[in-house]
């Protein structure tokens, strides 16, 4: 074919090829709103039989992602490209691909066993041993966890690192235990004071009754009597529950005319010193 015959048939060609792409960006359209469609139907499905936010979360993700992967296929065939062929070159490259995602496949299998194992569900406030993140878990992903920080700051986390890593659950449990270090003077009334401090954790709404509330002696230390005054909340109720706990203590030890010591160090100086 001459180069007179090439350009008769540009035209043509460029029109056919033209058509090829509109047809399918109009099909990856469709395709992008069958795949809400199904991935909506599996939500509402799963939450009908009441599965767990988050394990709703992560096959919503996985199958989104799957079916992604198969839109591309389709498309990538009806432009003459061998699924097949494809196939082949993704598996002469495994090893190397392998290497690429390793972290990815990572997060994925932690993933899978977060939802398996249950550490954790949607909702639960954690701590992350290796860095010290913490918040609420608000999303369980294919292969990331997000939680929502107090400050209300959305922190991501890998589920590999999740799955690999110390995780303290901090509402697994109804109840939590409030511990408050106050200190008052050796020359304070020791007695008295353990005594209003008692009463105001019995006069407290919201100190769980029938658990342990207490104030003993933690300490003799050298600026003065260190106290815990322990008590326990409703998980719900813990942080005010600390909060209120924690400033009357002060208020308390105040009005009974207890003193709480600043630090203090005793000098004794002797003659020699000066002779």
Not at 43 to 58: C, K, L, P, Y
Not at 116 to 134: C, M, N, Q, R, W
Request: proline share 2%.
């Amino acid at each position: 074919m001459n180069m007179e015959q090439i350009l008769e048939t540009l035209p043509e060609k460029a029109f056919h090829l033209g058509v090829r792409i509109l047809l399918a960006l109009i099909f990856f359209l469709i395709g992008v709103q069958v795949i809400k469609l199904i991935c909506r139907i599996i939500r509402q499905s799963m939450t009908r039989a009441n599965a767990e936010t988050g394990v709703v979360q992560f096959v919503n993700s996985f199958v989104k992602a799957a079916l992604y992967v198969i839109l591309i296929f389709m498309l990538a065939s009806s432009f003459g490209v061998d699924a097949a062929s494809i196939v082949a070159v993704l598996g002469s490259a495994g090893v190397a691909i392998g290497l690429a995602v390793q972290g990815s496949l990572s997060n994925l299998a932690g993933g899978v066993l977060i939802l398996l194992l249950k550490p954790f569900v949607v909702g639960d406030y954690i701590v992350e041993s290796a860095t010290g993140k913490e918040g609420e878990v608000s999303e369980i992903q294919i292969f990331y966890t997000k939680l929502l920080t107090p400050d209300n700051k959305v922190v991501i986390l890998p589920n590999g690192t999740l799955a690999n890593t110390s995780i303290t659950n901090v509402t697994t449990a109804k109840t939590r235990r409030v511990d408050v270090m106050v200190s008052v003077s050796y020359d304070a009334d020791l007695k008295k004071a353990k005594e209003v401090l008692t009463k105001m954790l019995d006069e407290d709404p919201k100190t769980l009754k029938d658990k342990e509330r207490r104030v003993f002696v933690d300490e003799l230390a050298a600026s003065g009597v260190n106290l815990c005054v322990r008590c326990w909340f409703a998980n719900e109720d813990y942080w005010e529950g600390k909060w209120r706990v924690t400033e009357n203590c002060k208020l308390t030890l105040d009005k009974a005319g207890i003193r709480i010591p600043y630090d203090q160090l005793d000098v004794h100086l002797s003659k020699e010193t000066f002779s």
